[in-house]
């Protein structure tokens, strides 16, 4: 049974390219959290998705960052026109259902881009 | 002020030794959690609790709902527990995203 899977796991970019970061959440979950986590800052949400609709994206930033959760495939996290900043990583977690007290997320590895 | 704290940032133990984590956190929560993080790695979920007390190995968590306090304790601390443990707590009656705290970077030493 394996867990969530994030790929790639690391993801080098130019400034002004584009990323494209994918999450497969756990076999049985339908629900996908998107966190950030800056050089030596802590954890921070971005956005929390259900198959086909964006559930709460109040910590995604106003402009060039996207994500979606499909019918069928992974989530996608997208950042558009990537700046040195952007550079983080960047975990995705899944639960079975929402409700962060009675379902656990479980954490992908995460995938670390580094803008040059 | 963070909604979550944690105490100490850094802490430095010798093998064997027993290990405490505190965590502090501001608002009315439905869940707390406990996760492990080592260098350059993803994140492990340790616990997940809302009342009393959990255990598993030689890690104890608890929880104070009225002190809104948390404690991750480690018994016969081992080099292999080094890592960063990060308390993380998802608000009741608002989204399903969790709040984090920095973090508590332990290093065991042999």
């Known amino acids: 049974n394996a867990g969530v899977m994030q790929n790639p796991r690391h993801l080098v970019r130019r400034r002004g390219q584009e990323a494209r970061l994918r999450c497969s959440p756990m076999?049985?979950?339908?629900?996908v959290y998107w966190y950030r986590q800056l050089p030596e800052e802590g954890l921070k949400f971005m956005v929390y998705?259900?198959?086909?609709?964006?559930?709460?994206e109040s910590g995604m930033p106003k402009e060039r960052f996207s994500a979606e959760f499909p019918k069928e495939g992974p989530s996608i996290l997208r950042i558009q026109q990537v700046v040195r900043g952007d550079s983080a990583a960047y975990f995705c977690?899944?639960?079975?259902?929402?409700?962060?007290?009675?379902?656990?997320?479980?954490f992908g590895p995460g995938t670390r881009l580094t803008v040059l | 002020k963070n909604e979550v704290e944690q105490s100490p940032q850094n802490l430095t133990a010798q093998e064997g030794e027993f290990i405490t984590i505190n965590c502090s956190y501001s608002?009315?929560?439905?869940?707390l959690h406990w996760l492990q993080q080592h260098p350059g790695g993803g994140i492990v979920s340790l616990f997940m609790?809302?009342?009393g007390k959990k255990k598993h190995g030689r890690l104890i968590a608890t929880i104070n709902i009225q002190e809104k306090h948390s404690s991750l304790h480690i018994t016969a601390s081992h080099p292999r527990d080094s890592a960063v443990y990060i308390c993380?707590?998802?608000?009741?009656?608002?989204?399903?995203?969790?709040?984090f705290g920095k973090g508590t970077k332990l290093t065991v030493n042999p």
């Open positions: 993380a707590v998802g608000s009741r009656g608002g989204s399903e995203k969790l709040v």
């Open positions: 998705l259900q198959k086909e609709n964006i559930i709460d």
């Open positions: 609790l809302s009342s």
């Open positions: 076999k049985g979950h339908s629900h």
């Open positions: 608002v009315g929560i439905s869940a």
């Open positions: 977690a899944s639960s079975q259902a929402g409700g962060s007290s009675y379902n656990e997320q479980f």
